[in-house]
């Protein structure tokens, strides 16, 4: 239809970027079709006069919806809730909706912001090659074992039931770096890979994953 | 842990012992964000100091209340949120009087961006226990350079935000989530790490119109029942 591309979401992602990785399960969950958008970070793409003037707080992801500009996972998800109303990523009871946003937080101000690239790079630089892992682990470890205990009394099939739900969003991208990327022995928190299995046999999140993006370089492609 | 009423309105009358009990630590900036909120959505609550200073968060007394040991929780009949997040936009959805986010589907975005350039980027890089470490591995000169420098990373982000936005608040002239993140944020720079306020004019400014607020001060570290001089 006339209008139509110029009407689809565009959002600017970096393949590793576990922030980036949340946003891309919700669209898919979604069936939200979007552009997708590499910005290098390794690079500092997203320091670029371009982009800034995109997002002047330079970090992805960021979402375009027309002429609204988004960024923040966080804030992207309750957007994309409100507008898109289709596969609810919130349940409606209450206590429910309040443990997915702490589950969520878990990971967004616990143990997310200690393995961003700037700080990785600071350990890296100051302590030697493995220290940078050591420093990721630590803080996956604890953020981990508050996640064990606090979803004990709710898990399913998922995080909080036998539905996927926001705190799921969180915990996919989380689990699969800390898999991946750092080495955490996940045999200390069998629930978290329980439901990671469970992630895994869904395309929304497979399609998500880092190593299906089209900026993943080739050898980490899947 | 200490039990004092500490919430605005006086219940000494009332047989019905308040609703909501906030676990909160003088100084933690998270359960402070929380005490503000609750002081200008005008609900009263019960204060119930966990001391962070003396592991009082894995006594266990509190963790049966919160097992994942933190500060801020908020118990509410028989449920218990913690992160102050959390805990916010909980009592958004169950108490909605008195919003603490706007209607316009776009501000509403705006201000959890500012939420989380706070709760995910400033906060949990000058936290107590962060730092300690920093300490341990650098010295305290990093200390002190490492906590200054991920404070203004996060501040200038905030002005470029913020700087078309603000009004007499964060996000317009009515107070809003952001400014319930900011104001304990921007507090805790100046007291804590004599940050340069005059490089964030934005910031400067409204921080000036929560200083102006009876709902902020009340919620200041050093009012609190557990505050020690």
Known sequence: ????????????????????????????????EYEYVPVNLLKGEQQTPEFLKLNPVGLVPVLVDGDVVLADSFAILMYLEEKFPQ?????????????NYQAANIVCSSIQPYQNIPILKFMKEKLGPDADVAWAQDHIQRGFSALEKLLKDYSGK????????????????????????????MDEFPLLARIFKAYL?????????????????AEHRD | ????????????????????????????????????????????????????????????????INPLHYVPALADADLVVS????????????YPHKALMPVDRRLRVLNLQAANIVSSSIQPLHMVSVL?????????????????SKIETG???????????????????EIYLADVFLAPQIAVAIKRFNIDMSKFPTLSRIFNSYKALPEFLDSLPERQPDAVN
């Open chain 1, 1 to 32: 239809m006339a209008g139509e591309e110029s009407k689809k979401l565009k959002l600017y992602s970096y393949w590793r970027s576990s922030c980036s990785c949340r946003v891309r399960i919700g669209l898919n969950l979604k069936g939200l």
């Open chain 1, 87 to 99: 596969h609810p990523l919130l349940p409606k009871d209450l206590h429910r909706r309040g443990i």
């Open chain 1, 158 to 185: 998922y995080a909080t039931g036998d539905e996927v739900f926001l705190a799921d969003l969180f915990l996919a991208p989380q689990i699969d770096g800390a898999i991946r990327r750092f080495k955490v022995d």
């Open chain 1, 201 to 217: 046999e869904l395309p929304a999140f497979r399609d998500a994953m880092p190593e299906r993006q089209p900026d993943a370089p």
């Open chain 2, 1 to 64: 842990m200490q039990q004092k009423s500490a919430s605005p309105v006086d219940n000494s009358t009332s047989t019905a012992p308040p609703k909501l009990i906030l676990y909160s630590f003088w100084q933690s900036s998270c359960s402070w964000r929380v005490r503000f909120a609750l002081n200008l959505k005008g609900l009263p609550y019960e204060y119930r100091a966990v001391n962070l200073s003396n592991g009082e968060q894995f006594s266990p007394e509190f963790e049966k």
């Open chain 2, 83 to 94: 992160d102050s997040l959390a805990i916010l936009l909980y009592l958004e959805e169950k």
């Open chain 2, 132 to 148: 300690r470490n920093i300490e341990e591995k650098f010295g305290s000169e990093e200390r002190s350079s490492w906590a200054q």
């Open chain 2, 155 to 173: 501040f200038f982000a905030l002005e470029k935000l913020l700087n078309s936005l603000a009004g007499k608040y964060a996000t317009g002239d």
